[in-house]
């Protein structure tokens, strides 16, 4: 028997010593604010509590070394101290996702009660433990010095209580995400609920000859296995080709470790886990193609229709070597950028449950709820109508939640039992399972004249997209597209190629295939202006796309174009540092190319003081519901007393698309403002009580793109944004800060603007300087999280976010998206930083450390 304390009252435990505190605390005791972000591998810091007066991670801590201590969770804060953290988070904007937040707040209470008025210094090593994907980490300092203030001054902390564009009005929900109160997937409790657990291929490539569950069948408490052979209806998915199987059959080749041969369910997590260890996998193990630059001559083919997934083309102007052959000077290089894991605390779950009339309710945190309930429906031979996909806030993001992974699973498995299930990836399952940032080899060949206006750009781009085709292709293509990142080029010569490979999949992640070209095409900028003589930030300016210019697709910018005031915005910066690097950046917001987007939006007037609005994107910390909240409430003069509650699910009949391509910001924008138009005009003769029970629905429609290869006009695009990243190295060639200009458009809320930044440049740092996803030979090197090189906030230099508003004719209010671009610029402006601090150019990633300099 252990006896301890939770939250002061005095417990006992019985069961197995070995427990994790997590497991208790969440299973057993329902507190489900400390999180499970690593699987017990005490890497994250979301599970950390207070224990014995000190901070510990519940995760790694068995039950025997809880004994005779006393535990304490956010639940057990002193009210004020719960209140003044986690409105100072809410405040300063340290809260995205929200799935970290606990964990930090629960670290910072400790941190106070020993030290009361800490430096800055003093909450950074405080941090050691916690890892935070989304904010950068600034705005959590940040937080936690304006609670010490708080705290040490009895004083309250006062939200923004304008609710308009402009306005740093607090993001919605993110205080109940401070507490841990406000749910996710996982935290979610559903009567008589099983639970699933998958069983994933040992081998990149074999043939499964076996599949013999006999034993896991006669386990107690397993309820049934499910192999492809009970899917309905269509097994074969994807986003856009459907060549990812939800289970491999008997009989079939496996294609990557992320693929699914079973699905047991069970009546408890842990017993569904233990009976997958037992099932008898006979496989004929075949040699795996992994690498991307034999895949088009490989005997291996990954699919029957070969290996190659899709090319781009993208050729204007002269022709290239002729052009080449007149220039004054040019300039070759081969640049490679690795795999990299996405790094969302929050790992996949999904819980599908029987609606009672022959169809499924599904909790998902999706980036595509549209596109799960597509699919989910397809497999089960369900009418789409059957399906409805509830969007949960997802821990996290960046890309890597697109795609289905255990959704159909848990829908699949609640249709056949008639039980709620729920099926979660642990953190080695989901590092197999999900899409990485595309691993990419380029080459390049870049020109100007002898006054240093570009000439023409050659790019031969190949990506490894692993298995599955996933976004790929489009991933891919887009390098090609932003190939000649944020320059006018009169000539342009770029073939980008995605590859199918038996590495795991490749697909979307912030940035979208950009970042990997941007890397390379600056490092190019930098070496012309080197080999010319060129001043580096006029040679850029000079270049810089403006109203009138032409992307590298062609496409001639109309308005919205802030690029040169984001180089203005540094120059002085640049021009008074010793060793520092630039690098301008475009990203397309939409994804066009005469792909026609649409939004919905539904308000529902429910009571006289309480506004519903529905939408069909996903939220996953970049702040759309907070921007669709701000946007309703500058249309119609609604203030705070006007509760709005946001909701995503395809029960609500408001359409979206995948939440991707930085595109949220101006449909949805765009579809709010058009609803909330036809209320303010009711609102104009009645007062919001008398309209209780009336609906506003209105659609906004992008049909007016077009792909890069027709003749005449192209817009590939509805709208792009621009960045300059201005990284400075200190005397010991350590990155010391980073500027960051960003052109926002019209910037609805300049707390959110700045998290998204201050965390995309942290995440672009990362991939820079630390992180490589741990495969060879298409295998985990290790599942371990510690090794994915992810940044801490140790390892964050001083950020200034300057935001640039040059409103975009297409978006609402003169917005754009900037949640992709933020990374986007920063691994080029800190290769050509090292560059001027040691004159070594850097072509890969991650960039070996600089050279020190001799006394």
């Excluded at 970049?622 to 003069?637: F, K, M, P, S, Y």
């Amino acid at each position: 028997m252990i006896t301890f304390t939770l939250n002061g009252t005095e417990t006992t435990y019985s069961g197995d010593e070995n427990l994790s505190l997590l497991n208790f605390l969440r299973n057993e005791q329902g507190i489900t604010s400390a999180k499970d972000g690593c699987s017990g591998q005490a890497a994250c810091g979301a599970c950390l509590v207070e224990m014995g007066g000190k901070p510990t991670l519940a995760c790694a801590t068995k039950m025997t070394r809880v004994a005779g201590k006393a535990v304490i969770t956010i639940e057990g804060f002193p009210e004020n101290v719960r209140r003044t953290l986690a409105r100072a988070f809410v405040l300063k904007g340290a809260v995205q996702c929200g799935f970290c937040t606990p964990g930090f707040l629960a670290r910072a209470k400790i941190l106070l009660e020993n030290n009361p008025d800490p430096s800055r210094a003093d909450v950074i090593k405080a941090l050691n433990v916690n890892i935070c994907r989304c904010t950068g980490y600034s705005k959590i300092i940040d937080g936690i010095l304006l609670a010490a203030k708080a705290l040490r001054e009895n004083s309250e902390v006062e939200w923004e209580s304008r609710t308009g564009i402009g306005y740093s009005y607090p993001k919605v929900e993110a205080y109940e995400k401070a507490l841990g109160i406000g749910p996710y997937v996982a935290d979610m409790k559903v009567d008589n609920m099983c639970h699933g657990a998958l069983c994933f291929s040992e081998h990149p490539r074999a043939v499964v000859k076996k599949i013999d569950v006999a034993a896991v069948e006669k386990i107690e408490g397993v309820i049934r296995v499910f192999t492809g052979a009970d899917i309905p209806g269509e097994r074969f998915q994807g986003l856009s080709v459907k060549d990812w199987p939800m289970m491999v059959l008997e009989g079939e080749t496996t294609r990557c470790i992320g693929d699914v041969l079973a699905c047991v369910v069970a009546e408890t997590e842990a017993i569904a886990r233990a009976a997958v260890e037992k099932i008898k996998i006979d496989y004929e193990v075949l040699e795996p193609l992994t690498e991307m630059s034999e895949a088009r001559d490989s005997k291996i083919l990954i699919h029957e229709g070969g290996n190659l997934l899709k090319e781009t083309v993208v050729c204007r102007g002269k022709a290239i070597e002729d052009v080449f052959s007149k220039s004054a000077y040019v300039v070759e290089g081969q640049f490679e950028t690795p795999f990299i894991e996405h790094g969302f605390l929050e790992t996949e779950a999904s819980i599908s449950l029987p609606d009672g009339k022959g169809g499924l309710i599904v909790y998902s945190q999706s980036q595509a709820l549209y596109k799960d309930r597509g699919q989910i429906a397809s497999i089960l031979a369900l009418e789409e109508e059957k399906v409805d996909i509830v969007l949960m806030s997802a821990g996290g993001a960046f890309g890597g939640k697109e795609d289905l992974t255990v959704q159909h699973h848990a829908a699949l498995a609640a249709m056949v039992l008639q039980r709620p299930v729920r099926v979660r990836l642990s953190r080695p399952e989901s590092l197999r399972m999900h899409p990485k940032r595309h691993r990419m080899k380029m080459n390049y060949t870049l020109a100007c004249d002898e006054k240093g206006m570009l000439t023409g750009l050659k790019a031969r781009i190949i990506g490894d997209t692993g298995a599955y085709a996933s976004m790929g292709a489009a991933v891919v293509g887009r390098t090609g597209t932003h190939a000649g990142a944020a320059y006018h080029i009169p000539n342009v010569d770029v073939i980008s190629e995605a590859y199918y490979t038996n590495n795991p999949v490749a697909g979307a992640f912030r940035g979208f295939g950009v970042s990997q070209s941007n890397f390379a095409m600056e490092s190019m900028v930098d070496e012309l202006c080197t080999k010319g003589g060129f001043d580096k930030y006029q040679f850029r300016y000079d270049n810089a796309l403006d109203v009138g210019r032409m992307t590298t697709t062609g496409h001639v910018l109309k308005d919205g174009v802030g690029l040169r005031e984001c180089l203005e915005s540094v120059k002085d910066a640049f021009k008074g540092a010793k060793y520092a690097g630039l690098a301008c950046a475009i990203k397309n917001c939409g994804i066009g190319n005469g792909i026609e987007e649409i939004s919905d939006t539904k308000l529902k007037i429910v009571a006289p003081d309480k506004i519903e609005l529905y939408h069909g994107w996903s939220e996953m910390g970049q702040g759309i519901d907070t921007v669709a909240r701000q946007v309703l409430g500058e249309v119609c003069g609604l203030d705070d007393s006007v509760a709005i509650e946001v909701k995503s699910a395809t029960s609500g009949g408001a359409r979206g698309g995948a939440t991707t391509a930085s595109r949220g910001t101006v449909l949805l924008g765009n579809s709010t403002i058009l609803a909330a138009e036809k209320l303010k005009n009711d609102l104009a003769d009645n007062s919001l009580a008398e309209l209780v029970g009336k609906e506003y629905f209105a659609t906004y429609t992008v049909d007016w793109t077009t792909s890069h290869e027709v003749v005449g006009n192209i817009i590939s695009h509805f709208s792009y944004g621009y960045a300059v990243h201005l990284a400075i190295l200190d005397e010991d060639g350590k990155l010391q800060s980073v500027h960051a200009a960003h052109d926002g458009g019209k910037i609805i809320n300049p707390t959110l603007f700045e998290g998204q930044i201050e965390g995309g440049v942290v995440m672009g740092m990362g991939y820079a300087l630390s992180e490589n996803f741990p495969v060879k030979d298409g295998k985990l090197t290790s599942d371990r999280m510690a090794k994915l090189g992810l940044p801490k906030a140790k390892d964050m230099p001083e950020i200034t976010v300057i935001g640039v508003e040059c409103p975009d004719s297409s978006g609402p209010f003169g917005a754009k998206g900037v949640g992709e671009i933020a990374s986007i610029p920063t691994p080029a402006a800190i290769a050509n930083s090292y560059y001027s601090y040691d004159g070594v150019r850097r072509r890969s990633l991650p960039l070996l450390p600089t050279k020190k300099k001799e006394e």
